[in-house]
């Protein structure tokens, strides 16, 4: 018995210098090595990039076979991050990465990239070299997650709220909770979510209404809110109506198309609680989406179409969808008098040949980034969108596309708080899944290599089936709980507001009709 048990000690001791022994071997310096002039292929795509210094680890996969990895990541300033891995997983560790890139801002960032064949010779790779900016991101983003939109029954829908320094993502509230239906996009107020608005659709369970979040405090409003733009007075909103029937393609990656029917824009006042079609926008004769307000608030963007239809059959509006093509419009608005001014064209959709969508105003007031296609209104469900910017400060209203762009389908953005960042949706991957992805934009309106939202695992979106929309930029956590939200949609109380909007636009004595009471079939 004694001899047995000092086998065994004498075992695990001689285990124990062998681990330690390999462990230590793992990580000795590299001295000898043999360098290569090639880059080698990392995923995500994490090279030449510019990053905040407040983003998570960027933890990437190295193609390339190999025995063992190593990667050293330095800068100007601070110790460098050493890692060593027996697989082409690279896990950065947290705290020394946050570290490296507060007292490096400004700086390269420089990454060297080593692998070990099975006669455990090491071979170095051309360093990835990314540059860490001076201005941060703002700390949160909240999104959509859902299934593709493909298959049509979308099944779970969720908001979540993600932290960007780390990957702690938050649920806000899912559609469970409100036995199926949608989530609308949500909005909030100068990236900031003390004011934010929520459209749900709960169909037969909870009906259909908005959802306004005041600090803590959450209340139902009894009217449908479709895009939404809070004005920087938090004392408005504007949001358009929109009559959207789906249609579908047979022979594309993209099946999933739909058709701006008819539309409005209106805005709710919250003081009052009333809700106002905006003047210069109620024509029978046009299709109104995509408010946005200027960032001092004295003008109210938009898209604007022709309607190429007459007769009330869907049919006959299917037989001219690829020939809608919208106007970027803008109308002045003084808000301490509720007056609006005339309508004007800030760009022509007959000059530009395209389609113009999704227009986002940067809080410093400079840029508008659209989107822009060969036509419809909807970005995520059009391949050929691409975004573009403009210095809306210049009177000559020249634009321009964005180096970020792709060939496929840009849509939803927003900016930071401090107008350098900008987070937007693609679907540059494969065509199919959209993702959230960020890109710094300089002074003189340029953007930088984007980069897609970096998550804990490096395959994470390999086998994720979701797709990440609407991202919106704020500076402080979401605080309200889907406790209260949900509560709000299940009691009674409600704000009935003094003119109920339910779709499309104006009759002539200013009561609203949905596209079917006209004889939509």
């Known amino acids: 018995m004694r001899i047995c048990l000092y086998s065994l000690c004498m075992f695990i001791f001689l285990m124990s210098i062998l681990i330690l022994v390999s462990c230590a071997d793992d990580k000795e310096p590299i001295v000898q090595y043999t360098t290569v002039d090639r880059s080698v292929v990392v995923s995500p795509d994490y090279k030449g990039v510019v990053i905040p210094p407040n ?39 947290q705290k ?36 860490v900016s001076q201005d941060r991101i703002d700390d ?18 969720a908001i979540f709220c993600r932290n960007l320094s780390d990957y702690d993502e938050k649920l806000i509230l899912d559609n469970e909770s409100l036995r199926g239906g949608c ?27 908005t959802l306004l979040v005041e600090d803590e405090e959450v209340n139902r409003i009894d009217t449908k809110f479709g895009y939404t733009s809070w004005h920087p007075s938090e004392r408005l909103a504007a949001y358009s109506i929109n009559y959207l029937p789906m249609m579908y393609h047979l022979s594309r990656t993209e099946t999933r198309d739909t058709i701006d029917v008819d539309s409005l824009i209106a805005y709710y006042q919250l003081d009052t609680q009333t809700v106002k079609a905006v003047e210069p926008y109620a024509k029978k004769d046009r299709l109104e989406t995509w408010p946005v307000w200027s960032a001092d608030g004295k003008y109210l963007y938009s898209c604007n179409a022709p309607k190429l239809w007459s007769g009330k059959k869907l049919i ?17 608005y003084d808000i301490d008098n509720d007056k609006w001014g005339s309508l004007e064209t800030v760009i022509s959709a007959e000059k530009t040949g395209m389609s113009i969508s999704m227009p986002r105003t940067s809080p410093d007031g400079r840029w508008l980034t659209f989107c822009m296609a ?31 762009s792709s060939d496929k389908s840009e849509g939803w953005r927003s900016f930071s708080s401090n107008s350098r960042w900008i987070a937007f949706s693609s679907k540059r991957d494969n065509g199919v899944f959209t993702r959230t992805y960020f890109s710094y934009i300089d002074d003189n309106g340029n953007a930088s290599k984007p980069f897609v939202m970096p998550q804990k695992d490096p395959v994470y979106y390999d086998s994720c089936l979701d797709t990440f929309t609407v991202p919106e930029l704020i500076t402080e956590e979401v605080t309200v709980t889907g ?10 109380e409600k704000i009935d507001i003094d003119m109920p909007i339910t779709m499309a636009t104006p009759r002539k004595d200013g009561s609203i009709t ?5 004889g939509f079939e």
Request: aromatic letters at 12%; glycine letters at 4%; charged letters at 25%.
């Open 483 to 492: 406790k209260k939200l949900l509560s709000a949609v299940r009691r009674s």
């Open 514 to 518: 949905k596209p079917h009471e006209d």
């Open 55 to 93: 983003i998570a680890p960027l933890n990437f996969m190295i193609d390339e076979t190999a025995e063992k990895y190593y990667v050293k990541i330095h800068s100007r300033n601070g110790n460098p991050i050493e890692v060593f891995s027996s697989t082409p997983k690279i896990i950065i560790p």
């Open 183 to 209: 989530l609308n996009c949500h909005a909030f107020a100068n990236n900031c979510p003390d004011k934010m608005l929520l459209g749900i659709r709960g169909y037969r369970a909870y009906g259909t209404s």
């Open 374 to 404: 060969d036509y419809g209104y909807f970005p995520p469900w059009n391949p050929t969108s691409d975004i573009y910017i403009m210095d809306i400060r210049n009177s000559d209203n020249a634009f321009r596309k964005l180096s970020l």
């Open 140 to 157: 949160f983003i909240v999104y959509r997650r859902m299934n593709p939109t493909h298959t049509h029954l979308t099944g779970r829908m």
């Open 316 to 332: 006959d509006v299917v037989k001219h969808y690829k020939d809608v093509k919208y106007d970027l419009v803008r109308a002045s």
């Open 96 to 131: 020394p990465w946050n570290t490296l890139l507060n007292i490096n801002r400004g700086n390269e960032l420089v990454l060297d990239i080593y692998a070990m064949d099975q006669s455990r010779t090491w071979t170095r790779f051309n360093s990835i070299i990314n540059t």
